[in-house]
């Protein structure tokens, strides 16, 4: 589904990515890990259509991101969270997941200028939506309230809410238990199964939780400086030298994770 076929970006003198080339096939949770600073983030900002690769090739179902913007590649079937929450502080919840489906909205002036019933049945399939959203993510309960209100453990929710709005093909998430208790962790490690498993999305993933990565990954690409050390099953992934050695003093219990 998505090819990355040596992909260099450089900031200054900085090669934040070196020669990437990994694949992820249609219906899997995809894990991307390193230590801080090794180009995880750099990655998703790449098929966002943030940044832009000095060299390169970013393949999307047969197409060519880098031909696109930023604002088109939602439309293309890719959606993502972020690892800083970037919500509508001051707008409900069921506002900023509504906002999430704006991609999918057949816009059409006269009709929203009049209000014709075109454009209310596009109203009413975003709410129906928001509420199947809502009820998934089990926070029915605080559609009305006011996001600035929300622990960061339900703002991060409502962040994968929101991706899940525009209906992808892929949704990237970025550092999604970051901050959150047990409690919230494994709540969010069960959305991610259900994501592949009954809403069938293909999960890119970014995450530090070594134990949530090996529990519901299926296949683990590692990366350190930029540069691709290692890939496969979690299990193969998890005893290679290489990736142990990244690893030593940045997650020292790497080794005995399950």
């Not at 209100?149 to 525009?166: E, H, T």
Request: proline share 4%; hydrophobic share 40%; with cysteine.
């Amino acid at each position: 589904m998505l090819t990355f076929r040596h992909v260099t970006v450089t900031f200054g003198g900085i090669r934040a990515i070196n020669d990437l080339s990994f694949e992820v096939p249609k219906g899997v949770i995809y894990s991307l890990i390193g230590p801080n600073g090794a180009g995880k983030t750099t990655v998703f900002n790449c098929i966002s259509r943030f940044y832009t690769p000095m060299s390169g090739e970013i393949v999307f179902n047969g197409e060519d991101l880098n031909k696109y913007k930023p604002h088109q590649v939602i439309r293309k079937g890719i959606a993502r969270s972020f690892q800083n929450v970037e919500l509508f502080k001051k707008m409900t919840v069921m506002d900023n997941l509504l906002t999430g489906y704006h991609p999918r909205m057949k816009k059409n002036i006269v009709s929203i200028a009049l209000n014709l019933p075109a454009n209310r049945a596009s109203e009413r399939n975003a709410v129906r939506k928001a509420h199947e959203v809502l009820e998934l993510l089990n926070i029915s309960h605080l559609a009305g309230e006011e996001v600035s209100n929300l622990s960061f453990g339900y703002q991060k929710m409502v962040d994968i809410g929101r991706a899940m709005m525009a209906d992808p093909k892929m949704i990237l998430l970025d550092e999604p238990v970051a901050g959150m208790n047990p409690v919230e962790t494994e709540r969010i490690s069960h959305l991610i199964v259900q994501l592949k498993k009954e809403m069938g999305y293909t999960v890119l993933l970014i995450e530090h939780d070594m134990s949530l990565v090996m529990k519901v990954s299926d296949y683990v690409t590692v990366m350190n400086f930029g540069e691709k050390i290692a890939e496969g099953q979690p299990k193969e992934v998890q005893n290679d030298p290489a990736v142990i050695e990244a690893y030593l003093g940045e997650v020292d219990s790497f080794v005995k994770t399950s």
